[in-house]
């Protein structure tokens, strides 16, 4: 059964993007033509990336049981190695649910190979561009004709990277740009396959502890307080199971704010998650913030570089965003 503005609101802690962010969720389940049966099921197919502390909101909720105080039984449907891999997913029909980056979801959806919509962000920056320790690199300018790694195309590291070069007149064709999956990049680093790999925590704070690697530049070097990672929900439970919508964004923002308050047993749930050590963890927090709100326009710019890129041909980049996000917030 459908709850009420008030009901969807209470237990929670709103600002006001929050508030006109729930309302319009609101009446978007509103707005469906079905409505969740009373003897549906209650579970919830969810993926995350494997190690990935930019999701440590999901791993919190699992461990707290903050979605089964939201009436939802999650089932882990999948836990993969990259965001492009994720959302295969949803186009197969295997997950309801994902905590995935950015960058895959936008070019999934706009390619119309997955029917999804973004209900709230889950972190801005978070990653971080590595050298080996003690390189000769002083900026990125020094990796010019050098092998960089990505975690796949369409990541949002592949789109910072080559925004980097961009930035500093460098040719994509001057740089060899290669995909190496996060928990390989250090050996290979190490090993001298390549001269630099960008990534998200926590392997580049893993690279400094393990005192093989150093930063060169944090992601918020190149696109200051950038968009990252997103929760996502299939069209179909959007559809079909607005209840699970509204549960699932009420556990997730009490996920952040549990994290906000309750620092050091974060630290150890990302620890447990991610089977990283607790020093890791720690550092790689400082480069990560976990906030909610996810501003459009950044999401625009966003779209329009993956059209110069290719990996889209989005007519109208500002109307796409608006039919992608569930808040048209600026």
């Not at 089964?68 to 649910?97: C, R």
């Not at 971080?128 to 000769?136: N, T």
């Not at 150093?214 to 968009?227: A, E, G, K, N, T």
């Not at 996920?255 to 963890?281: C, P, Q, R, W």
Request: charged residues 20%; aromatic residues 8%; proline residues 4%.
């Amino acid at each position: 059964m459908l709850q009420s503005k008030e009901q969807i609101q209470q237990g929670i802690s709103l600002n006001p993007f929050t508030t006109t962010f729930m309302l319009v969720l609101f009446s978007l389940i509103l707005s469906s033509s079905c409505t969740q049966s009373k003897n549906e099921s209650d579970s919830v197919r969810l993926a995350y990336l494997q190690t990935d502390l930019h999701h440590l909101p999901a791993f919190v909720a699992l461990e707290k049981g903050l979605y089964a105080q939201e009436g939802l039984s999650v089932e882990v449907a999948g836990i993969f190695k990259a965001g492009p891999e994720l959302m295969s997913g949803f186009a197969a029909g295997s997950l309801d649910a994902g905590y995935v980056g950015l960058a895959p979801a936008t070019v999934a959806v706009a390619n119309n190979t997955v029917q999804a919509k973004v209900i709230s962000q889950i972190n801005k920056n978070g990653s971080a561009l590595v050298v080996k320790r003690g390189s000769p690199y002083q900026d990125i300018t020094g990796l010019k004709g050098k092998v960089i790694a990505i975690p796949g195309h369409a990541t949002i590291q592949d789109f910072l990277v080559r925004r980097a070069l961009s930035d500093s007149h460098i040719k994509d064709n001057l740089t060899t740009i290669i995909t190496i999956k996060p928990p390989e990049m250090i050996n290979a680093l190490a090993l001298n396959t390549i001269d630099a790999f960008i990534a998200w925590e926590p392997y580049p704070s893993m690279a400094l502890t393990k005192e093989l690697g150093q930063v060169l530049m944090y992601s918020r070097d190149i696109w200051w307080d950038h968009p990252c990672c997103v929760l996502v929900v299939s069209d179909q439970l959007v559809k079909h199971s607005p209840y699970k919508v509204q549960s699932l964004l009420k556990a997730h923002l009490k996920s952040i704010d549990y994290i906000e308050h309750n620092l050091n047993d974060a630290v150890s749930i990302g620890a447990k998650y991610t089977g990283m050590d607790k020093k890791t963890i720690e550092r790689a927090l400082h480069n990560i913030q976990f906030d909610h709100q996810l501003r459009s326009n950044q999401v625009v710019e966003y779209m329009r570089f993956l059209n110069e890129l290719g990996y889209t041909s989005i007519a109208d980049p500002p109307a796409f965003v608006k039919s992608l996000l569930v808040t048209d917030e600026e």
